[in-house]
């Protein structure tokens, strides 16, 4: 099975700052690659699908980038709505596995 | 409005078995996908089961495989995961999940869960 990694495991930023987190799947997985944000208490948010494409009503401050299997979520101006576990999942193929997330919170 | 709503959560003992629904209202439930993804308490997402448009493709976790079963009733607008032989470590949040326009299957809207817990 593909594995996906994230990277950091957790970072803390200041509000404004620019954020990025890494994903990385140990095979192509052709850019099938979605983000999730997880606020505390809340549900899963679909944010990006098809590794850069913004799911409707996302806030533009969120992009995502790369290909093949290394990829990127990145927050231009971090705000504090956006504290929260970020998780990437490949669904190219099964298993539709996750990353083990990112939690992001402010400085 | 889309929404999904889960139910069927609950205590259950080793080796016994509990059966998850969800209803979708607000789409045409038949023609997506539809998933269940689960979290163990203070834990990541992972990916249980999905079940295509159609019923035409299933699939399974491999820790799930042989004991969950993924069914829809498209006349009721309905996703079923029933759950035998539970282990302690099947205890987490279970969502339904709709997958993405094109029988695609990252998950654009997610239900508020089913907290299914299992100890003895």
């Not at chain 1, 890494?22 to 997985?29: F, G």
């Not at chain 1, 997880?38 to 098809?50: M, N, R, S």
């Not at chain 2, 003992?13 to 539809?34: A, N, R």
């Not at chain 2, 035409?56 to 006349?75: H, L, M, N, P, Q």
């Amino acid at each position: 099975d593909i594995q996906m990694t994230q990277s950091p495991s957790s970072l803390s930023a200041s509000v404004g700052d620019r954020v990025t987190i890494t994903c990385r799947a140990s095979q192509d997985i052709n850019n099938y690659l979605a983000w999730y944000q997880q606020k505390p208490g809340e549900v899963p948010k679909l944010l990006i699908y098809v590794a850069y494409n913004l799911q409707s009503g996302v806030p533009s401050r969120f992009s995502g980038s790369g290909s093949g299997t290394d990829f990127a979520l990145t927050i231009s101006s971090l705000q504090p709505e956006d504290v929260a576990t970020y998780y990437c999942q490949k669904y190219d193929s099964v298993p539709f596995t996750f990353g083990p997330g990112t939690k992001v919170d402010i400085k | 409005e889309v929404q999904l709503v889960e139910s069927g959560g609950g205590l259950a003992k080793p080796g016994e078995s509990l059966k998850l629904s969800c209803v979708g209202s607000g789409f045409t439930f038949s023609t997506y996908s539809m998933n269940w993804v689960r979290q163990a308490p203070g834990k990541g997402l992972e990916w249980v089961s999905s079940i295509s448009s159609g019923s035409t493709y299933i699939y399974y976790e491999d820790s799930v495989k042989g004991r969950f079963t993924i069914s829809r009733d498209d006349a009721k607008n309905s996703l079923s995961l029933q759950m035998n032989s539970l282990r302690a470590e099947d205890t987490a949040i279970y969502y339904c999940a709709r997958g993405f326009w094109g029988n695609r299957y990252n998950f654009d809207f997610w239900g508020q869960g089913a907290l299914v817990t299992v100890s003895s």
